[in-house]
T-cell receptor
Framework: AQSVTQLGSHVSVSEGALVLLRCNYS??????LFWYVQYPNQGLQLLLK??????LVKGINGFEAEFKKSETSFHLTKPSAHMSDAAEYFC??????????????FGPGTSLSVIP | NAGVTQTPKFQVLKTGQSMTLQCAQD?????MSWYRQDPGMGLRLIHY???????DQGEVPNGYNVSRSTTEDFPLRLLSAAPSQTSVYFC???????????FGSGTRLTVV
């Protein structure tokens, strides 16, 4: 069965510092991978997705993630944190089924705090 | 373009009561799903639908029913509410073949 682990339920960074949120997955086949962001009292918003086209994926708000098959990882980074980046971040995985519904499995989430 | 609309935003139920959480999307998406979000557990799939008239169970379906009579609507019914169903519920939709969901803003349900 697929699973997603996110190292660190809470991460704090200083404004302007590098943001690194870790995600590792387990899947028997090459998966689709996603990062979602959730601001307080809101729904989830898709940040970026990996669908096998390129291993380095750029998303919205300056975020990017790199798919590393050998490490089964899909870590999320941003070079310089902004106060507005404070939110909950979820990594998710699904199988590359072409015709069937993709059951997406979400990780437990990482809460990002940005310190002025 | 409203996207995915969920009502109500907040609800308090007494144990044993029933209710329906509403979800509607105006993007003509084929796939719709219901998730519940609990602290430290991420989102867990309750039920999903791949088109009108077609539904299936997810990871945590017990105590919930769904139906999909139209492409736009995907209501979630709680048959007899229990305190363990206290959670935030999210509806999401996606177009077949396009990976990535559009989420509603959620319904915060408390069962006392």
């Amino acid at each position: 069965a697929q699973s997603v682990t996110q190292l660190g339920s809470h991460v704090s960074v200083s404004e302007g510092a590098l943001v690194l949120l870790r995600c590792n997955y387990s899947s028997s086949v090459p998966p689709y991978l996603f990062w979602y962001v959730q601001y307080p009292n809101q729904g989830l918003q898709l940040l970026l997705k990996y669908t096998s086209a390129a291993t380095l994926v750029k998303g919205i708000n300056g975020f990017e993630a790199e798919f590393k098959k050998s490490e089964t990882s899909f870590h999320l980074t941003k070079p310089s944190a902004h106060m507005s980046d404070a939110a909950e971040y979820f990594c998710a995985v699904s199988d590359q089924g072409e015709t069937s519904y993709d059951k997406v499995i979400f990780g437990p989430g990482t809460s990002l705090s940005v310190i002025p | 373009n409203a996207g995915v609309t969920q009502t109500p935003k907040f609800q308090v139920l007494k144990t044993g009561q029933s209710m329906t959480l509403q979800c509607a999307q105006d993007m003509n998406h084929e796939y719709m799903s219901w998730y519940r979000q609990d602290p430290g557990m991420g989102l867990r799939l309750i039920h999903y639908s791949v088109g009108a008239g077609i539904t299936d169970q997810g990871e945590v379906p017990n105590g919930y029913n769904v139906s999909r009579s139209t492409t736009e609507d995907f209501p979630l019914r709680l048959l007899s509410a229990a305190p363990s169903q206290t959670s935030v519920y999210f509806c999401a939709s996606s177009r077949a073949g396009v990976r990535g969901y559009t989420f509603g803003s959620g319904t915060r349900l408390t069962v006392v």
